[in-house]
């Protein structure tokens, strides 16, 4: 087992020195190659272990998790994001820690349940993903039902605003979080949902509020389904741009480093993950203080008199709440970069259900990506004409750093965001230490 872990830690680094990435999934790969029951022997040396599932937010809400448990326990995490088997055995030649905390990919977790029973699993949410990816949201729906039902103690963590979640998960040990604002963010489902429909009747739900795309706060007329009470939620939320925000906990009001509506869940879901672990409320915020957003999660930067923010965007629903944030911004220009290779997903007709209409306001925009015509097409077919496309993406950067524009939006697929972020790292740049 020591021998396992030396090699897969000299795999990594030699990836690594040689710059042939950053060695995450390959070096689990190759271990789990050799021998097939390592993730098994990792996961029994841990004391427990957590797993954190769902379309959006998996990564922010496993670093979260980690960030506050460290404070206290060794942890061993897949923090990059890499979120197959591959990257969860990899994670164990980086540090081999008490708990183990993993964001998995959602038609990747029976791989990983079957080895040990896992003490939490926490799901964030469910939405339309990338298309050709995983072609519907049933399948995973069935998948889990499937493997879940083996699992005698653990504990599960769901998001009560999601309907398809609250039905699937009434029947099990569940903690139920999720939010009870006095208003209602937006006026009707978002384009990009899928979900709101009863799962019992199949008739639409009624919401008295909606938050963001199908998650709110919902009923059905017919059989009287709607969210079931929370273990711990949040009644209030004022948001600060990229500034962060605060969240109203019982009688208190809690700052967070962390930019974005959606983001409200992701913290709720942690705090309560934590808070099953025996960390008060005020112990958990105290503790993601000095938490910063993973690269290009929002990521601040700045170069002379620019201030540069790295956004990524992945799916319908993510994009939208990305606009929204870009509004209450104020950008100068928006870059929007589209790549399709296969970490992005080869279908890029996503894009047709972002509510480019409703979301974008007259920032002017400079696009590119290997889609880039995708993209303006779309935005033609939005009326918005006020663009300029770069087939290259250093020419577009450039364009971008050498303009007069001071405040820059960028928003990016997951491998053009890596290719922009390291090509910015070519200038002076420096990130951010006012927020
Ligand atoms: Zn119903």
New binding site residues.
């Given amino acids: 087992m020591l021998l396992e872990y030396k090699i897969g830690k000299f795999i990594k680094d030699m990836i690594k020195f040689l710059r042939l990435g950053d060695g995450s999934t390959f070096a689990g790969k190759f271990i789990l190659s050799l021998d097939k029951n390592f993730l098994k022997k990792a996961l029994s040396k841990l004391d427990l272990y957590i797993l954190i599932t769902g379309t959006n937010g998996k990564t922010t809400t496993s670093n979260l998790t980690s960030h506050c448990l460290s404070k206290k326990y060794n942890i061993t995490n897949n923090k990059t994001g890499s979120n197959l088997i591959y990257g969860i055995a990899t994670s164990f030649f980086e540090n081999i820690g008490n708990i183990g905390v993993f964001e998995v990919d959602e038609f990747h977790i029976n791989r990983v349940i079957k080895y040990r029973e896992p003490d939490i699993i926490a799901i964030t949410n469910l939405f339309r993903d990338q298309l050709d990816r995983y072609t519907e949201v049933n399948k995973i729906k069935t998948l889990w039902k499937e493997h879940f039902k083996y699992l005698k103690n653990t504990k599960f963590v769901i998001n009560s605003d999601d309907p398809s979640l609250a039905f699937i998960f009434k029947d099990f040990n569940t903690y139920f979080y999720g939010l009870n604002l006095s208003y209602s963010r937006l006026n009707n489902i978002e384009n990009a949902s899928d979900s709101h429909y ?1 799962p ?2 199949r ?1 639409p739900l009624s919401y008295k509020k909606i938050y963001y795309s199908h998650l709110g706060n919902y009923e ?1 007329s ?4 709607k969210n079931p009470e929370n273990y711990i939620q949040v009644d209030d939320i004022k948001t600060y741009g990229l500034r962060g925000m605060e969240l109203k906990i019982g009688q208190n009001y809690y700052f967070v480093n962390v930019q974005g509506f959606y983001n409200a869940y992701n913290v709720l879901c942690s705090l309560l993950i934590c808070n099953l672990l025996n960390f008060q409320i005020n112990e958990f915020f105290e503790n993601i203080k000095d938490f910063k957003s993973v690269f290009s999660r929002n990521e601040i930067l700045h170069y002379k008199d620019k201030e540069i923010i790295l956004m990524l965007v992945k799916n319908p629903v993510g994009f939208n709440e990305v606009l929204r944030m870009a509004k209450e911004e104020n950008f100068d220009l928006i870059i929007i970069s589209i790549n399709d290779w296969t970490a992005d997903g080869h279908d890029v007709s996503w894009l047709w259900d972002v509510d480019f209409e409703e979301n974008i306001n007259s920032t002017f925009i400079f696009i590119t990506g290997n889609r880039a015509y995708d993209m303006a097409v779309r935005l033609k077919y939005a009326n918005y004409n006020n663009f300029k496309i770069f087939e290259n993406y250093k020419e577009c950067i450039n364009s971008a750093i050498y303009s007069e524009y001071k405040k820059i939006g960028i928003m990016a697929t997951y491998t053009s965001s890596l290719l922009i972020r390291k090509y910015l790292s070519k200038f002076n740049i420096t990130k951010s230490k006012l927020y």
């Fill in positions: 009863c019992n009747c008739i059905c017919k059989c009287g389904f």
